[in-house]
């Protein structure tokens, strides 16, 4: 058990609809960071959060958005769902801002889109 | 920009074998480097890191990878392997001085046979 958690497990949902996966970080964590993995695309960096602030942004996509709460959970919307955007996303965590920092990943939000 | 290389895709081996995975990976700058393994309908889980010093860094459940920096390789190794390290395994690196954002390879679905 990594200790961060997210919510729900699994999902299913049809095209264009809006869906909201959550993630609790480890306790004393204030880097979150969410990833999807995809068979075609591999585990690709969407975004990452530290303290509430957006620090990094990779491929995500402007139909997803995220944001990190005062109490550091953080939540990834994403709209306008698509099938291709099927997919297992990750949310992980990490204590610091540095690379040097152990980033602990969550077991995965599963979404598939019908 | 910084990209990883996983040479194979899938290694299959016989219990107690020995076993390489294959990493290498371009960047301009200098990174860390790590090794994440992810059981089926698990989590990414890491396996071990290198930020510095001993180029041979030993990390959980016996196995040890070399960075080479020459080669612009990272191999991750074990003498003995498992029916129980089935897995996949994600090699990735991060910037020095930078976000910790990983980028990762496509992985190698390591299949540890009777």
């Known amino acids: 058990d990594s200790g961060v958690t997210q919510t729900p497990k699994h999902l299913i949902t049809a095209t264009g609809q809006r869906v909201t996966l959550r993630c609790s970080p480890r306790?004393?964590?204030?880097?979150v960071y969410w990833y999807q993995q995809s068979l075609d695309q591999g585990l690709q960096f969407l975004i990452q959060y530290y303290n509430g602030e957006e620090r990094a942004k990779g491929n995500i996509l402007e139909r997803f958005s995220a944001q990190q709460f005062p109490d550091l959970h953080s939540e990834l919307n994403l709209s306008s769902l698509e099938l291709g955007d099927s997919a297992l996303y990750f949310c992980?965590?990490?204590?610091?801002?540095?690379?040097?920092?152990?980033?602990?990943f969550g077991e995965g939000s599963w979404l598939t889109v019908v | 920009a910084q990209s990883v290389t996983q040479l194979d895709s899938q290694v299959p081996v016989f219990e107690e074998a020995p076993v390489e995975l294959r990493c290498n990976y371009s960047s301009s700058v200098s990174v860390y480097l790590f090794w994440y393994v992810q059981y089926p309908n698990q989590g990414l889980q890491l396996l071990l890191k290198y930020l510095s010093g001993s180029t041979l860094v030993k990390g959980i459940n016996g196995f040890e990878a070399e960075f080479n920096k020459s080669q612009t390789s990272f191999h991750l190794r074990k003498p003995s392997v498992h029916i129980s390290d089935t897995a996949e395994y994600f090699c990735a690196v991060s910037r020095r001085g930078g976000s910790e954002k990983l980028v990762f390879g496509k992985g190698t679905k390591l299949t540890v046979n009777p």
């Open positions: 992980a965590s990490s204590a610091g801002q540095g690379a040097a920092n152990t980033i602990y």
């Open positions: 306790s004393g964590d204030l880097s």
